[in-house]
Each structure stands twice: as structure tokens, then as C-alpha cells.
């Protein structure tokens, strides 16, 4: 079974809700997540995301999160969001803020088509306001989908 969600979030919306390189043989699946959504971006005619540490810290912070408790979802086990990963690993003064999990794809070629056959993933992916992104990657033997990915997306002020 395959699973994915979209979430996005702007500095406005979260004041009212809360008051590369081409990848080379033998790298990440991160690395090739990347790789494969500038790829996409390109043909949409959007600029490349650069990666962004303290996005990919809360990226794998949160796809850990999903396959140490077995779910899929934009809220963490205990109640983070997308904001306050992103605050926690380190990525203030963003503008915006968007996310895509996934579970149960077998490799990054298969996330990221899955997410682009997905409207709201697709046009995260696709917004090419957005300049960062950093990735989550976790395989978990014994859960309800073995992998997990996050990808999260940002842009400063």
C-alpha cells in the first residue's frame, strides 16, 4: 500500500494557525530524490531547489518519527507540524513552507513519480516560488509500508 500527503504553509497561514549537484552512481536515496525533483522542476520550467540542511534535518527528523510509530501523516507523534520541525532544525525567517510524505515506495524514482501523479504533491514540487528543500528517508523492516520519506520545501524572506 502506498500513501501520500501534501501540506503547505505560509507565514501568514501559520501566524493564524499558530498564533546540486547531479547525483552519482552509488548515492542516497535522498541525493536522488533531489536530483529527480530538479528534474521535474527543470521541465516545468521552474528553478532548481537547492538543498538545505536544517530542511533535511527536519525532513529525516520526521520521516524517523514516522517509521519508529508506524504512521503516515503531516503531524507528528507527539504533536509537531511542519512548522515546528522546521523551527526546531534550525530553518527560520522562511516565507513559506511546504511538505510531501510518502510511504511504501520502494525507490526514489517511484516517490517522486508518485508524488506527481498526485495534484497537491505536483504542485508543491512544482511551485517554483520556492528555493529549498531538504529530504527524509527511513527504512523500517517490519512496519505496516518499510519506507518512509518527507520532503520539505521553503523559501526565506
Known amino acids: 500500500m502506498f500513501r501520500c500527503l501534501a501540506a503547505v504553509l505560509t ?24 536530483k529527480l525533483t530538479n528534474e521535474e522542476r527543470a521541465r516545468a520550467g ?10 533535511g534535518r527536519a525532513a529525516q527528523r520526521h520521516s524517523t518519527d514516522m ?5 503516515v501523516g503531516h503531524t507528528g507523534s507527539r ?9 526546531a532544525a534550525g530553518y527560520s525567517g522562511w516565507r513559506s513552507l511546504a511538505e510531501n510524505v510518502a510511504a511504501g515506495q520502494w525507490s ?7 508524488w506527481m501523479r498526485s495534484p497537491d ?6 511551485n517554483c516560488s ?3 528543500m531538504g529530504v527524509g528517508y ?18 526565506k524572506s
Not at 11 to 34: D, E, F, M, N, Q
Not at 67 to 71: E, L, R, S
Open 11 to 34: 507565514a501568514a497561514t501559520a501566524a493564524t494557525a499558530l498564533s546540486t549537484t547531479p547525483a552519482v552512481s552509488g548515492a542516497s536515496p535522498r541525493t536522488w530524490v533531489i
Open 46 to 55: 521552474c528553478p532548481e531547489l537547492r538543498g538545505n540542511l536544517a530542511l
Open 67 to 71: 517509521a519508529k510509530n508506524d504512521f
Open 79 to 87: 504533536g509537531s507540524t511542519l512548522e515546528t520541525r522546521a523551527q
Open 108 to 114: 526514489p524514482a517511484a516517490v517522486v513519480r508518485s
Open 121 to 126: 504533491h505536483r504542485a508543491n514540487i512544482l
Open 130 to 132: 520556492l528555493t529549498h
Open 138 to 155: 527511513v527504512m523500517k523492516r517490519g512496519t505496516a509500508h518499510g519506507k518512509y520519506w518527507t520532503q520539505d520545501f521553503g523559501k
